[in-house]
C-alpha cells in the first residue's frame, strides 16, 4: 500500500459546526424534516424535500454501498469513493477505509469509521463489517 | 414563448491550439471570438450581447466584456460546467425572440495543461461534508459505470466501443490531440485510472477554446453562410437532493432532452447526427439512454460493434473526435459539440465522416460532476 491519502480537514460553518462537534463524539448526524419527516444528508437548516425546518438526528451509522470507484493513480491511490445508503434511507458520499480495495462490492455492508484529518474534525467514512 | 426558428448560429469557431503556454486565457477568449466572428462574417462592433461561463476570468462576463471592448445590451454568465456553452445557445436565442440583442457572443477557452486549476468553489453549502472525500471526476463517473454495470450489466467492452467510434473519427481531423484509431482491447488493457474507468475511457486535457455566434433572423438571412436554426433547446441540474432514492444511472439529460425535442417538435429517430458531451464513455452512454435513442439499460447494446460510426453506424456521434480524441478545452466539453453540429449541418465535416443531408442535428451535454451535482443540456438544431 502506497502513503495513505492525507484527509483536508473540512472547513464547517456556523450551520454546520454542530456536525462536526457531534462527529468529534464519534456520532454521525443526519437531518430529519419537522414537516415532512423525510430524513436526508448532508444535514442542513432546511428540507431540501420541502423546505420545512429540521432536526438533526443520530444515524446508526450502518448501510450498504450503493456504488463505489476505486482511484487507482495519484497522490493517496488507492483508495476508494463510494455512496454509503444508510439504513435510515440518505446516502453519504464517503470514503471506504479498508487495506483491501478489491474485495469491495455493491451491496455489502459497512459501518461508519470515523478518520482523522489534518488539522481538523475527524469525517465520517465507512469500513466493511467486521473489519 | 419559443425559441423555435428565432435564433440562428452565424458563426462557429474551434482554436486549433491544444497547448497554449505562451498565451493567457483572455488572449485566447478573443482569439475565439475573432475567429467566429470571421467564420460569420461579423464584426465585432456587431456583438450585443455576450455569454461566458466559470471559465472567463474575471467577474462574470465584466471583465472579458472590457477586455475584448464590446458593447452589449445583454450578458449572461449561466454555469453549469462544460454544458454551459449549449445552455447560453438557448439563453442566447431567448434574449434575441425577446429582443434583448440580435447578435450574441459566447466565448470558452482556458489553459488547464499548461496552469492546471482546482475544484470547489469557496463557500459551496456541500463543501464541509464532501471537501474531504477525495472526489475527482475519474472516480465520481466512476461510480455512474460501476452503478450502470450492477444494474444493467453493462461491460467495458461496451464502453470501449464509445472510444473506438470515436478514435476512427479523430484520424481525420488534423488538430485532433489523439489521432490513432483504437481498439476494444487497447482501451480495455490502457490502465485503470478509477474502476472500472480506464485511461482510454477518459477525455482528453487541452488548452484552447471556442466561439459561437447566435443571431436573429434577419441577421441570419443577411450573411453568406449556410442557415443552422436553433430549433428546440432544454435544460436541467440534478443533484443527490439529501441523498434519498439516489440515482447515479439517470442524469439531468433525461429532463434537457425530452424538452428540446418537444420544443423541436421532433424525436431522437429523427437525428441525423448527435453531438454527445464525452468527457467519459460513460457520460456518452447515459446521456443516449436519457434522450431517448435507447431504453435505459440498452446503452451498451446501442453503443457496441461501431454504432455509433460515421457512415456504417446507427447513430454517428462525435465525428471531430470528441473530447475522447479531440479537444476538451479547458476542462469543458460543451462548446466544441455545438461547433462540430453545426459542421455537420452546414456540410463542412471531414468528408470522410460528414453524413450525407444531414438536416437535424442534436448537441447535448452533461457539465459538473455526473456522480454528485451536474448541469444537463440539449440542443436541437436544424439546416434550414
Known amino acids: 500500500m502506497s502513503d495513505p491519502r492525507k484527509i483536508p480537514a473540512p472547513q464547517p460553518n456556523v450551520e454546520n459546526q454542530r456536525f462536526f462537534d457531534a462527529a468529534a463524539q464519534g456520532k454521525l448526524l443526519i437531518g430529519q424534516c419537522d414537516a415532512c419527516g423525510q430524513p436526508h444528508y448532508y444535514p442542513r437548516a432546511t428540507c431540501p424535500f420541502c423546505f420545512g425546518a429540521t432536526t438533526w438526528v443520530e444515524s446508526g451509522g450502518k448501510g450498504e454501498i450503493y456504488s463505489l470507484s476505486t482511484m487507482r493513480r495519484g497522490a493517496g491511490a488507492p483508495y476508494t469513493l463510494a455512496y454509503v445508503t444508510l439504513d435510515e434511507g440518505p446516502a453519504v458520499l464517503t470514503n471506504i477505509a479498508t487495506d483491501d480495495h478489491d474485495s469491495l462490492a455493491i451491496g455489502q455492508r459497512v459501518s461508519v469509521r470515523f478518520t482523522p484529518t489534518e488539522g481538523g474534525p475527524p469525517v465520517p467514512m465507512f469500513a466493511p463489517e467486521g473489519e | ?384
Open chain 2, 1 to 384: 414563448m419559443t425559441i423555435r426558428n428565432k435564433a440562428y448560429i452565424a458563426g462557429a469557431f474551434e482554436h486549433p491550439t491544444r497547448l497554449a503556454p505562451d498565451k493567457s486565457t483572455p488572449q485566447l477568449h478573443a482569439e475565439c471570438a475573432a475567429g467566429a466572428l470571421a467564420d460569420a462574417g461579423l464584426s465585432l462592433k456587431d456583438v450585443d450581447g455576450y455569454f461566458c461561463a466559470g471559465d472567463a476570468p474575471g467577474f462574470g462576463g465584466m471583465s472579458m466584456i472590457d477586455y475584448m471592448g464590446l458593447k452589449v445590451r445583454h450578458t449572461d454568465s449561466t454555469e453549469t460546467g462544460g454544458s454551459s456553452y449549449i445552455l447560453h445557445v438557448s439563453h442566447a436565442a431567448q434574449a434575441i425572440a425577446a429582443g434583448h440583442c440580435s447578435v450574441a457572443l459566447i466565448t470558452l477557452a482556458g489553459r488547464p495543461r499548461s496552469e492546471p486549476f482546482g475544484r470547489f468553489p469557496g463557500g459551496a453549502p456541500e463543501a464541509p461534508f464532501e471537501g474531504w472525500v477525495g472526489s475527482t471526476t475519474h472516480n465520481s463517473y466512476g461510480m455512474c459505470a460501476a452503478r450502470h454495470m450492477h444494474e444493467y450489466g453493462t461491460t467495458s467492452e461496451q464502453l470501449a466501443w464509445i472510444k473506438v467510434a470515436a478514435s476512427t473519427h479523430a484520424q481525420y481531423n488534423e488538430h485532433a490531440m489523439l489521432r490513432d484509431v483504437v481498439t476494444v482491447d487497447d482501451v480495455l488493457n490502457s490502465p485503470m485510472i478509477s474502476d472500472p474507468l480506464h485511461r482510454l475511457d477518459c477525455c482528453v486535457v487541452s488548452d484552447g477554446g471556442g466561439a459561437l455566434l447566435v443571431v436573429a433572423p434577419e441577421v441570419a438571412k443577411s450573411l453568406k453562410r449556410p442557415l443552422v436554426a436553433v430549433r428546440g433547446a432544454g435544460e436541467a441540474v440534478k443533484g443527490p437532493r439529501g441523498g434519498m432514492n439516489l440515482d447515479l444511472t439517470t442524469s439531468a439529460a433525461a429532463v434537457s432532452g425530452p424538452a428540446a425535442f418537444a420544443e423541436a417538435g421532433c424525436t431522437p429517430a429523427d437525428m441525423k447526427y448527435a453531438s454527445i458531451y464525452d468527457s467519459f464513455t460513460i457520460t456518452v452512454l447515459i446521456q443516449l439512454e436519457d434522450l431517448g435513442f435507447c431504453k435505459k439499460g440498452e446503452g451498451g447494446r446501442f453503443v457496441a460493434e461501431g454504432n455509433l460510426i460515421s457512415g456504417t453506424g446507427k447513430l454517428p456521434f462525435n465525428t471531430d473526435g470528441g473530447g475522447l480524441c479531440n479537444n476538451h478545452p479547458t476542462n469543458r466539453g460543451g462548446i466544441t459539440k455545438v461547433i462540430e453540429a453545426v459542421r455537420q449541418l452546414r456540410g463542412e465535416a471531414h468528408p470522410a465522416v460528414q453524413v450525407p443531408n444531414c438536416d437535424l442535428a442534436v448537441a447535448t451535454g452533461i457539465g459538473g460532476s455526473l456522480g454528485v451535482r451536474h448541469g444537463a443540456a440539449t440542443l436541437v438544431l436544424e439546416r434550414q
